[in-house]
Each structure stands twice: as structure tokens, then as C-alpha cells.
T-cell receptor, first 112, second 114 residues
Framework: NAGVTQTPKFQVLKTGQSMTLQCAQD?????MYWYRQDPGMGLRLIYY???????DKGEVPNGYNVSRLNKREFSLRLESAAPSQTSVYFC???????????FGQGTRLTVV | AQSVSQHNHHVILSEAASLELGCNYS??????LFWYVQYPGQHLQLLLK??????LVKGIKGFEAEFIKSKFSFNLRKPSVQWSDTAEYFC????????????FGAGTRLAVHP
């Protein structure tokens, strides 16, 4: 039972480089999320997708873009990485409105 | 804007001590409430959830939480903590009836000493 799978697990980027974080879930969930976790700030919502074909901004969307490729996959793209984007990124999914979210293992990103 | 506040950022306890972690949210509508736990180096896992009904909910590993609507609170409790409870705990709120957006508090880091 894979659940929510994120790749890569670790990544180091140079300032200005771009990259895409991949996320896939095999639970047939409608909603998917991207969060970043920073010390003392908890998890902050970057973008979410309530259902296939829709995406919406969360609390901290600047510097990021997302694509809900299909029901399973929700990717997060950093077009021009900045040191302020050094963080741990978590993808999550939930079945429907209001239900619990299931999290991936996280991607530790360092921008130098 | 909706928000979730966790009062304690760091808590240090000895084994067998009782635990209560505070959580308040700012939203007047119907909400679903969650407590998640993150053990060192791991992803978030659900401890317990409240959707409706009995405001006292029981979760895994002996944790429970009480929803007090008048106080907009959902505090987490455990009568007797163990060293293995050392982790970070997050309260989260999902705005029921609207879009599906799960908002987290800043987290409380719990350290339990033997």
C-alpha cells in the first residue's frame, strides 16, 4: 500500500535553478495539497486541488506553480529557486471535503 | 482569514506526567478538526479527528481531544505520557461545507524524558 508517494526525497538546488516535485496517490482521492514545513511555522499550504482539473492558491503560493496532471498526480514547480524556498515539502491527499489528509514522506529541499 | 493557534511551542514532560496541548481556531462556521503527530524524521500521521457528535473523541495511543464549540477549542490530552510520545503535534482545521482546505497550527514540540 503505497499511499502518497513523493519524489525526490532530497534535493539541492542553486539559486535560479528550476525543478518539479512529483506527487502521486493511489487511494483514488479527489483532493490533493502541497505544504511546506519550516521550523516554528508549522505546515503552510502552498496550493491545493479540490478535484481533478482545479487548482487554487493557499497561504504561500508565491514562487510556485502546480499542475494537477490527472486524479493521481499533483506536481509542484519552482521556476527560479530562491534560498527562502529551502524547506521540507509535503504532499497530501484526502478523499473528499472535510476528511482527513494522508501525507507523503516529504522532500527536503535546500537552495544554495 | 481562518487561522489555527497552538499555545505551546515547546513542552517538556517527564514520563507518566499528564499532557494537555491547546488549540484554538478562528472560524465561525462548521469545522472538522484534527490532531496529527510527526515523529522525528517521519511524515505526519493522524492521531484523531472530530466531525460531529460526541465532542470528546478518542484516538490512537491513548490520546483524546475535546471540542468546545463556545471556546473554538480542540485541546489534546493524554493522562500519562511515555518517552515514545516525543514528537511534534499539529492541530488542523478543515472548513466544512466550503472548499477543501486544511489549515494547520504552528505545532507543539513535545519532549518526554525518562
Amino acid at each position: 500500500n503505497a499511499g502518497v508517494t513523493q519524489t525526490p526525497k532530497f534535493q539541492v538546488l542553486k539559486t535560479g535553478q528550476s525543478m518539479t516535485l512529483q506527487c502521486a496517490q493511489d487511494m483514488n482521492h479527489n483532493s490533493m495539497y502541497w505544504y511546506r514545513q519550516d521550523p516554528g511555522m508549522g505546515l503552510r499550504l502552498i496550493y491545493y486541488s479540490a478535484s481533478e482539473g482545479t487548482t487554487d492558491k493557499g497561504e504561500v503560493p508565491n514562487g510556485y506553480n502546480v499542475s494537477r496532471l490527472n486524479k493521481r498526480e499533483f506536481s509542484l514547480r519552482l521556476e527560479s529557486a530562491a534560498p527562502s524556498q529551502t524547506s521540507v515539502y509535503f504532499c497530501a491527499s484526502s478523499e473528499q471535503r472535510g476528511t482527513e489528509a494522508f501525507f507523503g514522506q516529504g522532500t527536503r529541499l535546500t537552495v544554495v | 482569514a481562518q487561522s489555527v493557534s497552538q499555545h505551546n511551542h515547546h513542552v517538556i514532560l517527564s514520563e507518566a506526567a499528564s499532557l494537555e496541548l491547546g488549540c484554538n481556531y478562528s472560524y465561525g462556521g462548521t469545522v472538522n478538526l484534527f490532531w496529527y503527530v510527526q515523529y522525528p524524521g517521519q511524515h505526519l500521521q493522524l492521531l484523531l479527528k472530530y466531525f460531529s457528535g460526541d465532542p470528546l473523541v478518542k484516538g490512537i495511543k491513548g490520546f483524546e481531544a475535546e471540542f468546545i464549540k463556545s471556546k473554538f477549542s480542540f485541546n489534546l490530552r493524554k493522562p500519562s505520557v511515555q518517552w515514545s510520545d516525543t514528537a511534534e503535534y499539529f492541530c488542523a482545521v478543515n472548513l466544512s461545507g466550503g472548499y477543501n482546505k486544511l489549515i494547520f497550527g504552528a505545532g507543539t514540540r513535545l519532549a518526554v524524558h525518562p
